[in-house]
């Protein structure tokens, strides 16, 4: 037996070889607010489709790796308290103990490599935390990108990393960091994180080829794609630095540590901002969303 269970819609679409675009749950669970949260999913779910290709929602529900939600799952997740988050090191364990989860792009990244899904989009990736060298912080999601064959498509990081550590760390690891259209590394609300991309490319059918070449020449591992968030969405770094600041001190003097520390500082970071850092969240994912479609369906056009 299978251990991913795909919906009939995905199930269809990779039997006839159709574009196919992965989306993990933490988002859902612990990125966005309630109730915000599920009229978000919903959202990136039509904008995939609009762009012609399958969208894939993934987590793992009563013990069941599914891979594409079904509207009433959605709402489940979008309304669950207390849903697990889970990664590479939890993920068996949710699963064999039939409990629900939602995936990071860790756990989304295998789930869709199980499943035979070479595309996802997401909003952030997580990194190398402010304060690594003492706090050993650094997101299994950097790991993932060097083992799963999936190309990623992300705002950037949040300045709440450390991002010339996460790149030092993504080039450590062989994984290739792709802006798309600038040469500067984008910061999720900013355009510009004042930091080069390690590569610049332009074209969709260039980034499917990229992805499509690793695997012919054995490269485990995936691409990372920054696209920066539209230019009309875009908060200033100026005023998003001291806010940072502000929800950083916040998550130290409340003791927060591990795996509740990126949830922690997104809430945060919403409530210090009024609602605001949610508009921005929103544009930039349905923009990831567009872009992962057309590599997608790039991808599908090529020979394996
Ligand atoms: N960054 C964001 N939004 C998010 C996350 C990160 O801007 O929702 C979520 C993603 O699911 C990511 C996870 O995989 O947080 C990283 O968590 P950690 O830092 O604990 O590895
Ligand atoms: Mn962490």
């Given at each position: 037996m299978s251990l991913v269970t795909l919906s009939r819609a995905v199930?269809?679409?990779?039997?006839?070889?159709?574009?196919?675009?992965?989306?993990?749950?933490?988002i859902i669970t612990h990125g966005l607010p309630q109730p915000q949260n599920l009229e978000v999913a919903r959202r990136i779910e039509a904008t995939i489709r609009e762009?012609?290709?399958?969208?894939?929602?993934?987590?793992v529900i009563e013990g069941v790796l599914c891979v594409?939600?079904?509207?009433?799952?959605?709402?489940?997740?979008?309304a669950a308290e207390r849903v697990a988050k889970l990664s590479r090191a939890d993920m068996a364990v949710c699963m064999a103990?039939?409990?629900?989860?939602?995936?990071?792009?860790?756990?989304?990244?295998?789930?869709?490599?199980?499943?035979?899904i070479e595309v996802f989009a997401t909003g952030g990736i997580g990194g190398v935390h402010r304060g690594a060298e003492t706090s050993f912080d650094v997101s299994a999601d950097l790991q993932e990108l060097a083992r799963s064959p999936v190309t990623v498509v992300a705002a950037?990081?949040?300045?709440?990393l450390d991002l010339p550590k996460t790149l030092?760390?993504?080039?450590?690891?062989?994984?290739?960091?792709?802006?798309?259209?600038?040469?500067?590394?984008?910061?999720?609300?900013?355009?510009?994180?004042?930091l080069r991309a390690p590569l610049r490319m332009d074209d969709p059918a260039a980034m499917a080829r990229a992805h499509r070449m690793r695997r012919q020449m054995g490269l485990d591992g995936g691409q990372l794609v920054a696209n920066p968030i539209p230019e009309e969405a875009e908060i200033p770094r100026t005023e998003m630095t001291p806010i940072i600041g502000?929800?950083?001190q916040d998550a130290a003097d409340h003791g927060i540590f591990g795996k509740?520390?990126?949830?922690?500082?997104?809430?945060?970071?919403?409530?210090?901002?009024?609602?605001?850092?949610?508009?921005?969240?929103?544009?930039?994912?349905?923009?990831n969303a567009v872009l992962a479609a057309r590599i997608a369906s790039e991808l599908v056009e090529l020979p394996a």
């Open positions: 199930s269809d679409a990779l039997d006839k070889g159709r574009p196919v675009v992965a989306l993990e749950s933490t762009n012609g290709a399958e969208p894939a929602t993934i987590a594409g939600l079904e509207d009433a799952q959605l709402e489940y997740l979008a103990e039939g409990r629900t989860g939602a995936t990071t792009v860790a756990a989304t990244m295998i789930a869709a490599r199980m499943a035979g950037g990081a949040k300045a709440i030092e760390v993504l080039e450590t690891l062989g994984v290739p960091v792709i802006a798309h259209g600038q040469d500067m590394l984008p910061a999720f609300w900013s355009r510009s994180a004042g502000r929800a950083m509740d520390v990126t949830p922690y500082l997104l809430q945060r970071i919403y409530e210090l901002t009024e609602g605001r850092s949610l508009e921005a969240n929103v544009a930039l994912v349905l923009n």
